[in-house]
């Protein structure tokens, strides 16, 4: 792939979006990638979540925020490698760079 994208990326309720792909020493903590935003999985939402998500005192659970232009800031990396085999790949956490304040340190630390 010519991206490095390994799968599509995945919408999350309140933890970001997440990305696999190749290992990339440009990609670091706090850096810029860019998705193409028709790539990402969205998250899908039964009738019933939708239902008493408008309602008083519901969950604050929501869907991960995507940004226009497609702009992400990477906020966890784990790296997966095997000196035997192809595994070389990163799973990254991600955040829409209009909204830095949104994903949780909870989030952030329990990684990919």
Do not use: F, H
């Amino acid at each position: 792939a010519q991206t490095g994208l390994i799968g599509m990326p995945e919408q999350t309720i309140n933890g970001g979006i997440n990305v696999k792909c190749l290992i990339n020493p440009n990609i670091q903590l706090d850096t810029l990638i860019r998705l193409d935003n028709k790539s990402i999985n969205l998250v899908g939402l039964s009738n019933q979540e939708i239902a008493t998500g408008s309602t008083a005192g519901a969950s604050l659970q929501q869907p991960a925020v995507l940004d226009m232009d497609g702009d992400y800031i990477v906020k966890n990396i784990a790296y997966y490698g095997d000196t035997r085999g192809n595994a070389w790949y990163q799973d990254m956490i991600c955040i829409a760079k209009g909204g830095a304040g949104l994903l949780s340190q909870s989030t952030i630390r329990a990684g990919a």
